[in-house]
């Protein structure tokens, strides 16, 4: 719903739906932030599994190993807390405690919160790859590796 009333065609087709959620938490790559009991924010978090990544339009900043982030999302009464910026943190420490220092991700052209997001924490554009017959903006994040 959000992301219509920010004008933007993401997610408007149906995906991600409860279904994509239960297999993600199936598969072990759905995670939560929470407070206390309540659940306020999602994403899932993958290693190496994303195929279309392989057909980006642009180049990736490496080759190596890398985590995937989908479906990031935010509850609508935690908006504005700094809460994606907050899960890509644990994110960063999931790919460090795998040794992989790259996290690519993607984000609908029109989806600005997340662009920004991605700006604000380091993520270079690498160019575009494509979800269901759309483009979309493909970003990564190198990490320091820990001395």
């Not at 409860?18 to 407070?35: Q, S, W, Y």
């Not at 989908?70 to 504005?80: F, P, T, Y």
């Amino acid at each position: 719903m959000r992301r219509k009333e920010d004008g933007s065609n993401q997610w408007q087709d149906g995906y991600p739906n409860p279904e994509a959620v239960r297999k993600d938490i199936e598969d072990g790559v759905g995670f939560v932030l929470t407070e206390g009991d309540t659940i306020i924010g999602y994403s899932a978090v993958m290693i190496n599994d994303e195929p279309e990544y392989a057909r980006i339009e642009g180049k990736w900043l490496t080759n190596d190993d890398f985590v995937v982030v989908h479906r990031v999302a935010i509850s609508e009464k935690h908006l504005g807390k700094g809460l994606a910026k907050k899960i890509f943190g644990f994110i960063e420490d999931f790919a460090r405690s795998n040794n992989i220092y790259s996290i690519k991700a993607d984000t609908n052209f029109d989806n600005m919160a997340m662009i920004n997001t991605f700006e604000k924490l380091g993520y270079v554009y690498c160019g575009e790859v494509y979800f269901r017959g759309s483009p979309r903006r493909a970003y990564e994040k190198v990490l320091a590796k820990a001395d």
